[in-house]
């Protein structure tokens, strides 16, 4: 993956054309300069939220795909990050055995004592044994590991099973304003747990056709969440990822979700760039890495909607 810019397929895009407006991949412009997304919905201008004055409670957001490596732990901890310096209290849930979330800012797998396993299994482990500050401001982590990979079977027998991670995260409800958990890559129990707790799912997407395949298959597995356990979960989008404005294919795959899921769909695309692997290498969020590179600003923008959607506090 590259940030130099490269050559431009053939698509024509009649009255359109690629706007200039700092760090957003996929904004364009109409002939009388109005702002557009990639689907050619008008794009707002999403203000810059107030800080919070008070706290919680909290809205939990599922970070949820089934497809590994489609965004998801870049999601969640960039726009932790984000919604931390809009001045909300946000903890990040890796509920990913693979603990890559817990690595991204800064937490090592193999040196906890105590992880989110210790958290759903053990009801003599509290919410505030298990949280760790990072070093960015307003943002906490419950972290994980290869342990939370057994507990997948042993979970099976256990009563209310797919309610253990809600009762878990009650106590946090009152002390901050989002919490967002970073699911595993599939469809099992640990993220029907996640799906149960939460008040609503993020659904990163790969802008590839074959991750786009995979998406009706995790919206029937919302709607029987939703309908089984859980009443009140919605869809808070579908988010574009690994956009790369150059191709065809990207913008053919973004306007294929659009056609089929609406408004869903957000404005905010997150672009194709090597500044996200390098943010983790550094065990930084993108906007603490590089705080003026495209996309930081892209993770702010996408904070910025969310709040004025009303699907963050």
């Known amino acids: 993956m590259s940030d130099a810019p490269g050559g431009s397929d053939?698509?024509?895009?009649?009255?359109?054309?690629?706007?200039?407006?700092?760090?957003?991949?996929?904004?364009?412009?109409?002939?009388?300069?109005?702002?557009?997304?990639?689907?050619?919905?008008?794009?707002?201008?999403?203000?810059?939220?107030?800080?919070?004055?008070?706290?919680?409670?909290?809205?939990?957001?599922?970070?949820?795909?089934?497809?590994?490596?489609v965004g998801k732990t870049t999601t969640t901890i960039n726009l932790g990050a984000a919604l931390a310096e809009y001045g909300r209290r946000v903890l990040l849930v890796d509920f990913d055995p693979q603990g890559a979330a817990s690595v991204g800012v800064g937490v090592s797998p193999h040196e906890l004592e105590l992880s989110v396993y210790n958290l759903i299994m053990d009801r003599d482990v509290e919410l505030s044994d298990v949280v760790r500050p990072t070093?960015?401001?307003?943002?906490?982590?419950?972290?994980?590991?290869?342990?939370?990979?057994?507990?997948?079977?042993?979970?099976?027998?256990?009563?209310?099973?797919?309610?253990?991670?809600?009762?878990?995260?009650?106590?946090?409800?009152?002390?901050?304003?989002?919490?967002?958990?970073?699911?595993?890559?599939?469809?099992?129990?640990?993220?029907?747990?996640?799906?149960?707790?939460?008040?609503?799912?993020?659904?990163?997407?790969?802008?590839?056709?074959?991750?786009?395949?995979?998406v009706a298959l995790l919206v029937e597995t919302i709607d029987k969440v939703k309908d089984r356990l859980n009443p009140d979960l919605e869809v808070d989008g579908i988010l574009p990822t690994m956009f790369d404005s150059r191709t065809l294919h990207s913008r053919e795959v973004v306007q294929r979700v659009h056609e089929a899921f609406g408004d869903t769909l957000l404005h905010t695309v997150i672009g194709r760039t090597v500044k996200f692997p390098d943010a983790s290498v550094a065990a930084e969020p993108i906007t603490a890495y590089a705080p003026s590179h495209r996309g930081a600003a892209a993770y702010r923008q996408l904070a910025r909607e969310l709040v004025a959607r009303g699907r963050t506090a």
Not at 147 to 153: G, I, K, P, Q, T
């Open 10 to 69: 053939t698509m024509t895009q009649p009255a359109t054309a690629e706007s200039t407006l700092p760090g957003i991949p996929g904004h364009q412009t109409t002939e009388d300069d109005a702002p557009t997304d990639v689907v050619g919905r008008p794009m707002p201008d999403f203000a810059v939220p107030p800080p919070r004055t008070t706290h919680g409670p909290a809205r939990i957001v599922a970070m949820c795909n089934q497809k590994g490596g």
């Open 135 to 214: 070093a960015i401001e307003n943002l906490d982590v419950v972290p994980a590991n290869i342990d939370l990979s057994a507990a997948e079977v042993q979970l099976v027998g256990e009563v209310a099973r797919e309610s253990i991670l809600a009762r878990a995260l009650r106590p946090a409800l009152a002390d901050y304003d989002v919490i967002l958990v970073d699911c595993q890559p599939s469809l099992g129990l640990l993220t029907v747990n996640a799906l149960t707790a939460a008040h609503g799912v993020l659904i990163p997407l790969e802008c590839e056709f074959f991750a786009l395949r995979g």
